[in-house]
């Protein structure tokens, strides 16, 4: 049995030629506009990107907030490098979107008397919409899942 040297190659008339196999890498999405729409049971956040563009977003909760890390994506804003809003909506204190590392975007929003409760959307426009509405109870006790 021959075993695999790593590499692959191809014959052409005795010749062989050796194709290097590489992975195609994808541009980071651009979050390029943020809008933050009150609603009747707390906030829609929109983070707008390119069309096509669908960032993987990955929620939990954490003590008495919801956190959206959105994953392979970049913040450029024409208002500068990060978003922030105190008490957008009763039970909700804070939203905050800023740049997690080079290629990650976290979004995090706080409640006043516990964790948010958060759902990730994904309109046929493209971005990605947040629905979130305060939590009530203990911090933390909201349940949270990937996108």
């Not at 062989?16 to 829609?44: C, F, H, K, R, Y």
């Not at 809003?85 to 995090?108: C, F, H, Q």
């Amino acid at each position: 049995m021959k075993q695999s040297q790593g590499f692959n190659g191809i014959m052409f008339g005795g010749a062989a030629v050796l194709m290097a196999i590489q992975p195609v890498v994808a541009a980071p999405a651009q979050v390029t506009g943020v809008q933050l729409n009150p609603t009747s049971g707390g906030v829609e956040l929109f983070l707008q990107t390119r069309p096509g563009d669908r960032p993987q977003v990955f929620a939990v909760n954490r003590s008495n907030s919801w956190t959206a890390d959105i994953t392979s994506t970049q913040l450029r804003l024409p208002s500068g490098n990060a978003f922030s809003r105190e008490n957008p909506a009763p039970g909700i204190s804070k939203v905050t979107v800023a740049p997690l590392n080079a290629n990650s975007v976290r979004v995090t929003v706080v409640g006043q008397k516990g964790a948010p409760v958060g759902q990730v959307l994904r309109p046929s426009q493209g971005g990605v919409l947040l629905s979130l509405s305060p939590g009530a109870g203990k911090p933390g006790q909201a349940s949270a899942a990937p996108a």
